[in-house]
Nanobody, 124 residues
C-alpha cells in the first residue's frame, strides 16, 4: 500500500510558476513509476506527466511540454512537478499517482494509487 500526499498548490498569475510536491509513504517508493494528472470541474482527469522509477525517463502531455518538468528524489520519497509559464487553462486539481506495473503510461487506469489532490489556480 502506498499513500501519496500532495502539496504546493495555490493561486498564481498567468506567466508565473509553482512547484508541486508529492511525498509517498513506504519503503518501496523507488520501485514505483510516478506521475501527475489534473482535473477541471466537470471534466475527466487528464494526463500531465510521468517519470520512471529511476527518474531517467520522463513523458509529458503535449499541452505542458516545454513548460512543466517532473522529477523525483528517491531518497526523500518525493516526486515534484515544476510548472513554469502557467496559463489560465492550467487551472485544475492536480493529482499525484503511482503505478507498480506501468512505464511512461498516460492512461489513468495504469496507476493504482492516487493522492487527494491539490488545487492550482491561474488568474489571467
Amino acid at each position: 500500500q502506498v499513500q501519496l500526499v500532495e502539496s504546493g498548490g495555490g493561486l498564481v498569475q498567468a506567466g508565473g510558476s509553482l512547484r508541486l510536491s508529492c511525498t509517498a509513504s513506504g519503503r518501496t517508493f523507488s520501485t514505483y513509476p510516478m506521475g501527475w494528472f489534473r482535473q477541471e470541474p466537470g471534466k475527466e482527469r487528464d494526463f500531465v506527466a510521468t517519470i520512471s522509477k529511476s527518474g531517467h525517463a520522463t513523458y509529458y502531455s503535449e499541452s505542458v511540454t516545454g513548460r512543466f518538468t517532473i522529477s523525483r528524489d528517491n531518497a526523500k520519497n518525493t516526486v515534484y512537478l515544476q510548472m513554469n509559464s502557467l496559463k489560465p487553462e492550467d487551472t485544475a486539481v492536480y493529482y499525484c499517482v503511482a503505478g507498480s506495473t506501468t512505464y511512461l503510461n498516460a492512461r489513468s487506469s495504469a496507476y493504482e494509487y492516487w493522492g487527494q489532490g491539490t488545487q492550482v489556480s491561474v488568474s489571467s
